[in-house]
């Protein structure tokens, strides 16, 4: 079967760094993505990663375990505009397998 | 800037009518998914094809949805009849593949409200 979690809200202080957490458990495994979605949009690509470790991105960070099933986004220097949903998404062999994402809030 | 278009942006129907979506994929993507989100279960995976051979639909109720592609810029997914419970933003994607390193590109949605 599949399992992705993601947290479902998160708050943060603009200016600050946040980290958003998701665990998976997938029966194959071809790359864990990170989408972007504002509310009433659609998502957008923001990382990938296929193989162990930190991809970096400007502002944003990917990390991925595959031995322990664990990917985390990083977020520097917050912007109010990085308020959206995180989603986080498994691809087994072709089509993305998501998390329910995570709803970050930016505040001032 | 290549996108992926939806028609309708927005759907209001009765319970019991059909609906039907479109989508054209980015000239040259060869890979089209239909996604359903909501609030409750996130984004499912409804079908997608390659080539614009369907090569897996299990995620649609097959007694009510209908997907298809009839050439290569054009994706259909029809409900017939219409329920309440379908009631959800529904996206096309479209890709090169299974094996990329950007993922795919989602279109701006369907939201489908029915009453």
């Known amino acids: 079967g599949q399992n992705i979690d993601q947290p479902t809200e998160m708050t943060a202080t603009e200016g600050a760094i946040v980290q958003i957490n998701c665990t998976y458990q997938t029966s194959g495994f071809n790359g864990l993505f990170w989408y972007q979605q504002h509310a009433g949009e659609a998502p957008t690509f923001l990382s990938y990663?296929?193989?162990?470790g930190l991809e970096e991105k400007g502002r944003f960070s990917s990390f991925l375990s595959r031995s322990k099933g664990y990917s985390y986004l990083l977020l520097k220097e917050l912007q109010m505009k990085d308020s959206a949903s995180y989603l986080c998404a498994v691809r087994e062999a072709t089509p993305l397998v998501f998390g329910k994402g995570t709803r970050l809030s930016v505040i001032a | 800037d290549a996108r992926v278009t939806q028609t309708p942006r927005h759907k209001v129907t009765e319970m019991g009518q059909e609906v039907t979506m479109r989508c054209q994929p980015i000239?040259?993507?060869?890979?089209v998914f239909w996604y359903r989100q909501t609030m409750m279960q996130g984004l499912e995976l409804l079908a997608y094809?390659?080539?614009?051979?369907?090569?897996?639909d299990s995620g649609m109720p097959k007694d009510r949805f209908s997907a298809e592609m009839p050439d290569a810029t054009l994706a259909t997914l029809k409900i017939q009849p219409s329920e309440p419970r379908d009631s959800a933003v529904y996206f096309c994607?479209?890709?090169?593949?299974?094996?990329?390193?950007?993922?795919?590109?989602f279109g701006s949605g369907t939201r489908l409200t029915v009453v």
């Open positions: 094809f390659r080539n614009r051979a369907p090569l897996d």
């Open positions: 000239l040259g993507h060869n890979t």
């Open positions: 990663n296929v193989l162990d």
């Open positions: 994607a479209s890709g090169l593949g299974g094996n990329t390193n950007y993922g795919y590109t």
